[in-house]
């Protein structure tokens, strides 16, 4: 079965810094995507950034940006720049399309703080 | 565009009690997913729709938990006998067919049953 760990309950960094959210996940499959959802106090999950496995260059959008290694099942976010509204939790999420489903799987998040 | 909607924004119950969750998808959306999350925990999966039909129920814990898209748009989640345990944010979520599509999420419903 598919699984998705993230080992850092909290962060924290200053503005205008650069942060990095890890993201182990395992699975049997070849091809998939991996997401980072961004949840703020509002509940509503927003995409992040979204990566595709077959494609080798890691996924930008912005400030945002994926380190994705294949083979260890890594797949960290940076943040550059970071901002005040930056501050939420922050889910990875590993969309699994076997046995006729769709489904997300999550890790349990990460609390990013930032200072001013 | 609307997004996805769910209505209420909050449910209080008591054990014991019958409750309906609706959702609202985007319109156009052919998928759509039920998701639970508990206090500190991600979401988890309870239900995949694919148009009218439910393609993957094996996230529903126990047969109190039903889900119907009877039109192949608006779901609604049922939950018979609340238990406290059943307390939680349900979130749905919505994609189209692209095979990379995004699920966009709705705000979610928090259910607290007392």
């Known amino acids: 079965a598919q699984t998705v760990t993230q080992s850092q309950p909290e962060m924290s960094v200053q503005e205008a810094e650069t942060v990095t959210l890890s993201c182990t996940y395992d699975?049997?499959?070849?091809?998939?995507?991996l997401f980072w959802y961004k949840q703020p106090p509002s509940r509503q999950m927003i995409l992040v950034i979204r990566q595709e496995a077959y494609k080798q260059q890691n996924a930008t959008e912005n400030r945002f940006s994926v380190n994705f290694q294949k083979a260890a099942k890594s797949f960290s976010l940076k943040i550059s720049d970071s901002q005040l509204g930056d501050a939420a939790m922050y889910f990875c999420a590993y969309r699994s399309r076997i046995n006729n489903t769709d489904k997300l799987i999550f890790g349990t998040g990460t609390r990013l703080q930032v200072f001013p | 565009g609307a997004g996805v909607s769910q209505t209420p924004s909050n449910k209080v119950t008591e054990k014991g009690k019958y409750v309906e969750l609706r959702c609202d998808p985007i319109?156009?959306?052919?998928?759509l997913y039920w998701y639970r999350q508990s206090l500190g925990q991600g979401p988890e999966f309870l239900i995949y729709?694919?148009?009218?039909?439910?393609?993957?129920d094996s996230g529903l814990p126990n047969d109190r938990f039903f889900a119907v898209r009877p039109e192949g748009s608006v779901s609604t989640l049922k939950i018979q006998r609340t238990e406290r345990g059943d307390s939680a944010v349900y979130l749905c979520?919505?994609?189209?067919?692209?095979?990379?599509?995004?699920?966009?999420f709705g705000p979610g419903t928090r259910l607290t049953v007392t």
């Open positions: 699975t049997s499959e070849s091809d998939y995507y």
């Open positions: 729709f694919q148009g009218t039909g439910a393609a993957d």
């Open positions: 979520a919505s994609s189209s067919l692209y095979s990379g599509a995004e699920q966009y």
């Open positions: 319109s156009g959306h052919t998928a």
